[in-house]
């Protein structure tokens, strides 16, 4: 089975930089995604990430070692708008995909 | 390219009744996924579709079924509601095995 562990909320000051962990357990793993939810909206697709390393998106950057089943998701210059909750999901044998329960984040002026 | 799209957004139905749920996923996308999504448990995974065929289920009891049809478009029955079907029911379309695009949802209130 899979089993996806992130903390449940996270405060952060406008301007800054926060770290998002996930760490997980798995069958199987093909990759692991980083979803942003807001309130009330549906999931949007940040990354995905297969290989070990950082990969960077402007803003946002995910980092994964498979070895260790691990993975953060690391925001810059924190904007009020980057409130929202951060979803982990990872796929696993036959693209099955599981998700996290999300962090909550909110940024703070 | 539109993106994936949900019929009804809102839902209200009261225990025993029934509901069918339809997504229509982004154009060439023939892989469509159901969730469910409450505040206490996140999101859960129902089911994926893959050229009409159901290729993964989550752990949800048999009142949750589901089906694709050959325009790749989807449809979600849930039967003799609970209370505890209440929940956000997510649709998501991918082309392959990577990128899921979500669709707005569909909120079902069961009283």
């Known amino acids: 089975g899979q089993n996806i562990d992130q903390p449940t909320e996270m405060t952060a000051t406008e301007g800054a930089i926060v770290q998002i962990n996930c760490t997980y357990q798995t069958s199987g793993f093909n990759g692991l995604f980083w979803y942003q939810q807001h309130a009330g909206e549906a999931p949007t697709f940040l990354s995905y990430n297969v290989l070990d390393g950082l990969e960077e998106k402007g803003r946002f950057s995910s980092f994964l070692s498979r070895s260790k089943g691990y993975s953060y998701l690391l925001l810059k210059e924190l904007q009020m708008k980057d409130s929202a909750s951060y979803l982990c999901?990872?796929?696993?044998?036959?693209?099955?995909?599981?998700f996290g329960t999300g962090t909550k984040l909110q940024v703070i002026p | 390219k539109a993106g994936v799209t949900q019929t009804p957004r809102y839902l209200i139905k009261t225990r025993g009744q029934q509901v069918t749920l339809s997504c229509s996923p982004i154009s060439g996308h023939r892989s469509v996924s159901w969730y469910q999504q409450t505040p206490g448990q996140g999101l859960q995974f129902l089911f994926e579709?893959?050229?009409?065929?159901?290729?993964n289920k989550g752990n949800f009891p048999g009142r949750f079924s589901g089906r694709q049809f050959s325009n790749s478009r989807s449809e979600m029955n849930v039967s003799t509601l609970e209370l505890g079907d209440s929940a956000l029911y997510l649709c998501?379309?991918?082309?392959?095995?990577?990128?899921?695009?979500f669709g707005p949802g569909t909120r079902l209130t069961v009283l």
């Open positions: 999901a990872v796929t696993g044998g036959y693209q099955k995909v599981t």
């Open positions: 579709y893959f050229s009409e065929t159901q290729r």
């Open positions: 998501a379309s991918s082309f392959r095995t990577d990128t899921q695009y």
